[in-house]
């Protein structure tokens, strides 16, 4: 019985199947809209802020409502369409994140367990080992390395409960 054991919800095939098929759909219906931008490019168009993404709300506002007021230099047409596409990336990314910390959230809990069981197998190893019961000494010495010694014990640091 694991005593690290804080995630017990696994993937399996059909969760691997709709996840994959998920992201391939995701994939092939961006696929006309990427765009890679250089270091540079990214630095020059950056993200506008709030204040003038506001500004840019206030724009298209008295665009709808006052249209005789828009300069004629503006093609509002693209301006809209781009004002759109904007809102529609924007709300997507929102609920992107959202899954992405789903995500991660599941995966820290999934390394943890993985870490904390991985100890227990050490520290089990190292009791073997103490004992001279044969074929523990290579994997001691083997996991032995990614403990460098603080002190007199080669035990681990075990993460609290």
């Avoid at 993937?11 to 270091?39: G, V, Y």
């Avoid at 929102?94 to 899954?99: E, I, P």
């Amino acid at each position: 019985m694991p005593f690290y054991d804080v995630v017990q919800q696994h993937f399996n095939s059909e969760d691997l199947k709709a996840l994959d098929q998920s992201l391939d759909a995701l994939e092939k219906a961006l696929e006309n809209k990427k765009r890679n931008l250089t270091p540079e490019e990214r630095q020059r168009y950056g993200s506008i802020n709030e204040a003038n993404k506001l500004f840019v709300n206030k724009v298209y506002d008295f665009c709808q409502t006052q249209p005789t007021t828009c300069s004629p230099d503006v093609d509002w047409a693209e301006f809209a369409a781009d004002y759109e596409d904007r809102s529609i990336l924007e709300t997507r990314l929102a609920r992107l994140r959202s899954l992405m910390e789903v995500m991660e959230n599941a995966k820290i809990l999934h390394d943890f367990d993985n870490f904390q069981n991985a100890l227990v197998d050490y520290s089990f190893t190292q009791y073997k080992k103490d004992t001279d019961a044969g074929g523990y000494m290579t994997k001691y010495s083997a996991l032995r390395q990614f403990f460098p010694r603080a002190g007199a014990s080669d035990t681990p640091v075990v993460a609290k409960e």
